[in-house]
């Protein structure tokens, strides 16, 4: 609890700056747009107090509040860029934020501030290409500062002023003046500095007191080495070709006369991260379940995964750093090869999640493979805004309630995003039990295109442009995790979410280019079996024909992604249930199956349209502890033709071929 307030309860527990530009509807667009203009004469004076000011020029005027800011600006030349056009957030800090933070890193004076770290600070406070206001409370996605880390948003009430709303940047940074509209962007005034570490996530959690046991099996296990991966050095892109240049079109479609007829917006990341996710129990948590020291997390530990790995039991105990080792496996199941914020994990909240997620008969869901090997952690969300992991049931029905990953204003005020990456508090310890192998994860597993490679959420192609007009983030050859591209003309990209395209969570990744050729690694199966994978897919006359391999084993003959020649048999439900039946099965004998009826639209949910298909690849033994590829090797003529993966389901014998049957959902 902050000093002088108490915890406030807001709809989503946490505020998000969100951008008045798109918020708005289309009537209403001339006087935002307006403030981002040269000419701001018509920018409201009763809720903005600026006019006419670039960020810059707002600052300078008022330099006996920014004077010590501006310094740094001028320092880092960051403040040249802030009198460009274009749309801009800055969070400026006050001159007394800027002394408390220069005491509290043990500098005498301004001067002594090295020209690296005004740099970081300067890139720490200013959003570029949008401006973030505060009047929106239910914004989807939190903005990334030029420093490529978050900027997310708590608020408290102050008791002792009528309950006023305080709204915090990073917890710790109090906006005391908000939603200075200048010609630029906007400009909100803080009361401290935002904290941006250069630790890397270990030495982060080190920092924390409440996290000393997660810290301490960190370091014994190795896996904090592990964690120390930032800035891939090989990776080199054109500017004009990068996020934030020109970018390039893709092209796309067939005309008659055989050219594209339709081309994509496309950026490539301007860098190429290596980012980290923790979710972690706090010290109490683990007092809670009588773990007290690191000698007791080490014998629970084993007790879990020896259970759940009995072929391993005994060999590898004393050994911390095989990825056999019981506390090995723990620490790894806690960590993800990539980042993003609390609801970046699944989709529970915004456009997507209220107006596509049939969430009545379905959570919405999201799967991803951990940093211990073959193993898969899965999020779903419920009405409420609340995430698990490894839950079983429908929202308040659950047979296993999993574990709850706590919202920002309900942990602690210790820093929690650093450089490479951030941690994140959940409720309850988290194992992937024989349990969880065997009863939570025996589902129908269906992973979403964007969560099949964690470039895609590094470089900010997942979640992070959703709802932006229509574009793609692309993906170099080689600088892809979890995909190969085969030939030099092969391209993939990633599109960014739209509530109108007729994809599973509005996105999907591309393969595209003459002749392509691609590979994606399929996530783990949790345990040994027979399993269906799946390709979800939408059909197109612009679409190609590939052949499609599983470990370089062809899976049947080449598949038509074009609506012409794709002999689905696909007919509309029926008022008679046992004759949808009938047309389900007869999809199936064909090696299809229709599109999920819990994603879409209440009225026309995906199963309705006959151009969303799931094809059946393959129907074969799988291993829990073994990789599996599946390529895509186009067979047709013409470098404008393309497919799309949707998603990609695993589903095993229990489910498909019980005596129920599968749902639809």
């Given at each position: 609890?902050?000093?002088?307030?108490?915890?406030?309860?807001?709809?989503?527990?946490?505020?998000?700056?969100?951008?008045?530009?798109?918020?708005?509807?289309?009537?209403?667009?001339?006087?935002?747009?307006?403030?981002?203009?040269?000419?701001?004469?018509?920018?409201?004076?009763?809720?903005?107090?600026?006019?006419?000011?670039?960020?810059?020029?707002?600052?300078?005027?008022?330099?006996?509040?920014?004077?010590?800011?501006?310094?740094?600006?001028?320092?880092?030349?960051?403040?040249?860029?802030?009198?460009?056009?274009?749309?801009?957030?800055?969070?400026?800090?006050?001159?007394?934020?800027?002394?408390?933070?220069?005491?509290?890193?043990?500098?005498?004076?301004?001067?002594?501030?090295?020209?690296?770290?005004?740099?970081?600070?300067?890139?720490?406070?200013?959003?570029?290409?949008?401006?973030?206001?505060?009047?929106?409370?239910?914004?989807?996605?939190?903005?990334?500062?030029?420093?490529?880390?978050?900027?997310?948003?708590?608020?408290?009430?102050?008791?002792?002023?009528?309950?006023?709303?305080?709204?915090?940047?990073?917890?710790?940074?109090?906006?005391?003046?908000?939603?200075?509209?200048?010609?630029?962007?906007?400009?909100?005034?803080?009361?401290?500095?935002?904290?941006?570490?250069?630790?890397?996530?270990?030495?982060?959690?080190?920092?924390?007191?409440?996290?000393?046991?997660?810290?301490?099996?960190?370091?014994?296990?190795?896996?904090?080495?592990?964690?120390?991966?930032?800035?891939?050095?090989?990776y080199t892109v054109d500017p004009d070709s990068a996020w934030g240049g020109k970018g390039f079109k893709v092209p796309y479609g067939t005309a008659n006369d055989g050219t594209a007829s339709k081309q994509c917006k496309t950026?490539?990341?301007?860098?190429?991260?290596?980012?980290?996710?923790?979710?972690?129990?706090?010290?109490?948590?683990?007092?809670?379940?009588?773990?007290?020291?690191?000698?007791?997390?080490?014998?629970?530990?084993?007790?879990?995964?020896?259970?759940?790995?009995?072929?391993?039991?005994?060999?590898?105990?004393?050994?911390?750093?095989?990825r056999h080792n019981p506390l090995n496996r723990f620490v790894s199941y806690h960590l993800i090869n990539r980042t993003g914020p609390r609801d970046y994990w699944v989709h529970c909240r915004g456009d997507i999640y209220t107006?596509?997620?049939?969430?009545?008969?379905?959570?919405?869901?999201?799967?991803?493979?951990?940093?211990?090997?073959?193993?898969?952690?899965?999020?779903?969300?419920?009405?409420?805004?609340?995430?698990?992991?490894?839950?079983?049931?429908?929202?308040?029905?659950?047979?296993?309630?999993?574990?709850?990953?706590?919202?920002?204003?309900?942990?602690?005020?210790?820093?929690?995003?650093?450089?490479?990456?951030?941690?994140?508090?959940?409720?309850?310890?988290?194992?992937?039990?024989?349990?969880?192998?065997?009863?939570?994860?025996?589902?129908?597993?269906?992973?979403?295109?964007?969560?099949?490679?964690?470039?895609?959420?590094?470089?900010?192609?997942?979640?992070?442009?959703?709802?932006?007009?229509?574009?793609?983030?692309?993906?170099?050859?080689?600088?892809?995790?979890?995909?190969?591209?085969?030939?030099?003309?092969?391209?993939?990209?990633?599109?960014?979410?739209?509530?109108?395209?007729?994809?599973?969570?509005?996105?999907?990744?591309?393969?595209?280019?003459?002749?392509?050729?691609?590979?994606?690694?399929?996530?783990?199966?949790?345990?040994?079996?027979?399993?269906?994978?799946?390709?979800?897919?939408?059909?197109?006359?612009?679409?190609?024909?590939?052949?499609?391999?599983?470990?370089?084993?062809?899976?049947?003959?080449?598949?038509?992604?074009?609506?012409?020649?794709?002999?689905?048999?696909?007919?509309?439900?029926?008022?008679?249930?046992?004759?949808?039946?009938?047309?389900?099965?007869?999809?199936?004998?064909?090696?299809?199956?229709?599109?999920?009826?819990?994603?879409?639209?209440?009225?026309?949910?995906?199963?309705?349209?006959?151009?969303?298909?799931?094809?059946?690849?393959?129907?074969?033994?799988?291993?829990?502890?073994?990789?599996?590829?599946?390529?895509?090797?186009?067979?047709?003529?013409?470098?404008?033709?393309?497919?799309?993966?949707?998603?990609?389901?695993?589903?095993?014998?229990?489910?498909?071929?019980?005596?129920?049957?599968?749902?639809?959902?």
């Amino acid at each position: 609890m902050k000093l002088h307030t108490m915890k406030q309860k807001v709809t989503s527990g946490v505020l998000w700056l969100a951008s008045i530009l798109t918020s708005l509807p289309l009537g209403g667009l001339g006087w935002a747009l307006t403030s981002c203009s040269d000419d701001d004469s018509d920018t409201p004076l009763n809720f903005y107090s600026s006019v006419r000011l670039t960020a810059a020029g707002f600052i300078e005027a008022n330099d006996a509040q920014f004077s010590d800011f501006r310094n740094i600006l001028e320092r880092s030349n960051y403040l040249s860029i802030l009198k460009t056009y274009g749309h801009y957030t800055v969070f400026a800090p006050t001159n007394e934020a800027i002394q408390l933070y220069l005491q509290e890193n043990g500098y005498a004076s301004l001067d002594e501030l090295p020209r690296e770290q005004c740099d970081t600070l300067s890139r720490t406070h200013i959003v570029q290409d949008k401006a973030y206001f505060t009047t929106d409370m239910g914004g989807e996605i939190p903005p990334v500062n030029m420093n490529d880390d978050y900027i997310e948003m708590t608020s408290d009430s102050d008791i002792y002023n009528n309950n006023a709303l305080l709204i915090y940047v990073n917890k710790n940074s109090r906006i005391i003046q908000k939603d200075d509209s200048v010609t630029n962007g906007v400009v909100h005034v803080i009361d401290h500095v935002i904290k941006a570490s250069n630790q890397f996530l270990p030495g982060l959690m080190e920092e924390n007191p409440n996290l000393s046991l997660f810290s301490q099996a960190l370091k014994l296990t190795g896996m904090a080495d592990s964690l120390t991966k930032y800035n891939d050095d090989t990776y080199t892109v054109d500017p004009d070709s990068a996020w934030g240049g020109k970018g390039f079109k893709v092209p796309y479609g067939t005309a008659n006369d055989g050219t594209a007829s339709k081309q994509c917006k496309t950026w490539y990341p301007e860098k190429r991260f290596f980012k980290f996710t923790a979710f972690v129990e706090t010290d109490s948590i683990y007092r809670a379940h009588g773990i007290n020291n690191i000698e007791e997390l080490i014998a629970y530990a084993k007790e879990i995964y020896d259970e759940s790995y009995p072929d391993d039991a005994g060999k590898y105990d004393e050994d911390f750093k095989s990825r056999h080792n019981p506390l090995n496996r723990f620490v790894s199941y806690h960590l993800i090869n990539r980042t993003g914020p609390r609801d970046y994990w699944v989709h529970c909240r915004g456009d997507i999640y209220t107006q596509r997620c049939l969430f009545k008969i379905y959570d919405p869901e999201d799967y991803y493979e951990t940093m211990a090997p073959h193993t898969l952690i899965r999020f779903c969300s419920n009405p409420g805004e609340e995430i698990f992991i490894n839950r079983v049931g429908l929202q308040s029905s659950a047979s296993v309630r999993g574990v709850r990953v706590l919202k920002n204003d309900e942990g602690d005020n210790y820093t929690q995003s650093c450089k490479n990456g951030r941690y994140i508090y959940i409720d309850d310890i988290l194992v992937y039990s024989k349990k969880v192998r065997e009863e939570v994860l025996n589902r129908r597993i269906r992973i979403d295109g964007s969560c099949l490679s964690p470039d895609f959420m590094n470089g900010h192609a997942r979640m992070e442009h959703m709802g932006k007009e229509e574009m793609m983030i692309g993906f170099k050859n080689g600088y892809l995790t979890d995909f190969k591209m085969h030939n030099a003309k092969t391209f993939i990209g990633c599109g960014n979410e739209q509530t109108g395209w007729r994809h599973y969570q509005g996105s999907g990744v591309c393969i595209t280019g003459e002749k392509f050729d691609a590979s994606v690694k399929l996530p783990p199966v949790p345990h040994d079996g027979t399993y269906e994978v799946r390709l979800g897919y939408s059909l197109g006359d612009d679409r190609g024909i590939a052949q499609v391999y599983l470990n370089n084993e062809p899976c049947g003959i080449p598949i038509s992604f074009r609506n012409f020649d794709s002999n689905i048999g696909w007919e509309a439900d029926t008022n008679d249930e046992e004759e949808n039946k009938a047309i389900d099965k007869a999809m199936r004998n064909r090696g299809f199956m229709k599109a999920m009826d819990s994603y879409g639209s209440t009225s026309e949910p995906f199963r309705t349209y006959s151009n969303d298909v799931r094809r059946i690849l393959v129907k074969q033994y799988m291993r829990a502890d073994q990789d599996y590829w599946l390529r895509f090797r186009q067979i047709l003529e013409g470098s404008t033709l393309y497919m799309s993966i949707d998603y990609i389901e695993l589903c095993p014998k229990d489910i498909y071929d019980s005596l129920e049957g599968e749902d639809r959902h």
